[in-house]
Nanobody, 130 residues
């Protein structure tokens, strides 16, 4: 079973920044498409960013595109999410997820649907104070 562990969340003030990290176990990280989701209080979990297994193609939800950056280090089995100019509406639990099939068949494009991701972390809480 692949273990996924997020870290880097915390309490920050509006306008601050954070770098979330997500590390997976095993030797197959470079074959995974990776994604970040978040769930705000009282809301459904939403997809916010993804990165392809190769060539580092990145994809973002429109609501976060200007402030969020996803990246990966395959040598360290780690994917990152850098967030700048944090806003109170960014308060949520942030989840990292891995798709072992590597995204849409025959392409580098990661999925956006939750059920395409087999491995999930427990989440890391981000709280933005106003």
């Amino acid at each position: 079973q692949v273990q996924v562990v997020e870290s880097g969340g915390g309490l920050v003030q509006t306008g601050g920044s954070l770098r979330l990290s997500c590390t997976t176990s095993g030797r197959s990280f470079s074959s995974y498409a990776m994604a970040w989701f978040r769930q705000a209080p009282g809301k459904e979990r939403e997809w916010i960013a993804a990165i392809s297994k190769t060539n580092n193609y990145t994809y973002y939800a429109d609501s976060v595109r200007a402030r969020f950056t996803i990246s990966r280090d395959n040598a360290k089995n780690t994917v990152f999410l850098e967030i700048i100019n944090l806003k109170p509406e960014d308060t949520a639990v942030y989840y990292c997820a891995a798709d072992p099939r590597g995204g849409l068949f025959g392409s580098h494009i990661p999925h956006r649907a939750e059920d395409e991701y087999d491995y999930w972390g427990q989440g890391t809480q981000v709280t933005v104070s106003s």
